[in-house]
T-cell receptor, first 115, second 117 residues
Framework: DAKTTQPNSMESNEEEPVHLPCNHS???????IHWYRQLPSQGPEYVIH???SNVNNRMASLAIAEDRKSSTLILHRATLRDAAVYYC????????????????FGTGTRLTIIP | DGGITQSPKYLFRKEGQNVTLSCEQN?????MYWYRQDPGQGLRLIYY???????QKGDIAEGYSVSREKKESFPLTVTSAQKNPTAFYLC????????????????FGPGTRLTVL
């Protein structure tokens, strides 16, 4: 599996934008980039995913570098409810084709929002 | 509301006892998964099932068993053979596209925190 590298922790002020980085230098051409987040004592929650182009949804934006070796999850205006562990995960459809549908979670980035 | 339910939220058992964790979904998803999370760690896959009456071992299946008799249900049994069963257990489901797209997302339940005394 291609690996991802994220900072262990980040802090941001409430109502300011947050940029969460993820490095994936060994990404293959078919890997999708997924982001999930996990609030304290809850199950993970899907945030966003993309392949090559930048993506936007109601929760966040995903900016993917041109060489795809890194990506950034952008929360446009952080609230206290965004305090969570954010996971950057690569998913290979070729692996999925052989039944390997697992999500490989690392330790993620713990985001703290300062009021 | 569609979603995944896990029960109970907290579970305490004595060492050596088998225990079954419940997972139910009404999202009409074909695929279901069980993960284990230890403090400060990411999730690790225990078992997954793509269709009824079929399931596959994940990375840490030893000491666990599952069944998939109904599409909506995927119970996990933690047996006495599991050496360190105290953990946070998470169930998830997703659409199964057969060929796998890499874009499928997984929906997680609220988790069951198991403590073995």
């Amino acid at each position: 599996d291609a690996k991802t590298t994220q900072p262990n922790s980040m802090e941001s002020n409430e109502e300011e934008p947050v940029h969460l980085p993820c490095n994936h230098s060994t990404i293959s051409g078919t890997d999708y980039i997924h982001w999930y987040r996990q609030l304290p004592s809850q199950g993970p929650e899907y945030v966003i995913h993309g392949l090559t182009s930048n993506v936007n949804n109601r929760m966040a934006s995903l900016a993917i570098a041109e060489d795809r070796k890194s990506s950034t999850l952008i929360l446009h205006r952080a609230t206290l409810r965004d305090a969570a562990v954010y996971y950057c995960i690569l998913r290979d459809p070729l692996e999925a084709n052989f039944g390997n549908e697992k999500l490989t979670f690392g330790t993620g980035t713990r985001l703290t929002i300062i009021p | 509301d569609g979603g995944i339910t896990q029960s109970p939220k907290y579970l305490f058992r004595k060492e050596g006892q088998n225990v079954t964790l419940s997972c139910e979904q009404n999202l009409n998803h074909d695929a279901m998964y069980w993960y284990r999370q230890d403090p400060g760690q990411g999730l690790r896959l225990i078992y997954y099932s793509q269709i009824v009456n079929d399931f596959q071992k994940g990375d840490i299946a030893e000491g666990y068993s599952v069944s998939r008799e109904k599409k909506e249900s995927f119970p996990l049994t933690v047996t006495s053979a599991q050496k360190n069963p105290t953990a946070f257990y998470l169930c998830a489901s997703s659409i199964w596209t057969g060929g796998g797209s890499g874009a499928d997302t997984q929906y997680f339940g609220p988790g069951t925190r198991l403590t073995v005394l």
